[in-house]
Nanobody, 117 residues
Framework: VQLVESGGGLVQPGGSLRLSCTASTTISATDAMGWYRQAPGKQRELVATLGSFSSGGDKNYIPSVRGRFTISRDNVENTVYLEMNSLNVEDAAVYYC?????????WGRGTQVTVAS
């Protein structure tokens, strides 16, 4: 299974980006997905999670992004999105998506988000 992220780039503070992560396999009702990020010199942190459809599809966010970021999934496109609004310099990082599929955990290679004026 491969995950390919896209949508990163350079944005000014206050701007928006939408990250995409497409899986090479069909996302099933029992799969969970989410996004981590890692800034230089910092540990990787979990940003947003999307529970499996079969468990209710709960969405969770870390406090610093709640209300600004939205995670969603397109089961037809086998893609998970992260809509990011009101970006600030603390959001700059490499963003990685993950997929928990059939008992295994898969990672994408990451997409860089840079926030600068």
């Amino acid at each position: 299974v491969q995950l390919v992220e896209s949508g990163g780039g350079l944005v000014q503070p206050g701007g928006s980006l939408r990250l995409s992560c497409t899986a090479s396999t069909t996302i099933s009702a029992t799969d969970a997905m989410g996004w981590y990020r890692q800034a230089p010199g910092k540990q990787r942190e979990l940003v947003a999670t999307l529970g499996s459809f079969s468990s209710g599809g709960d969405k969770n966010y870390i406090p610093s992004v709640r209300g600004r970021f939205t995670i969603s999934r397109d089961n037809v496109e086998n893609t998970v999105y992260l809509e990011m609004n009101s970006l600030n310099v603390e959001d700059a990082a490499v963003y990685y998506c993950y997929l928990h599929h059939e008992g295994s955990l898969y990672w994408g290679r990451g997409t860089q988000v840079t926030v600068a004026s």
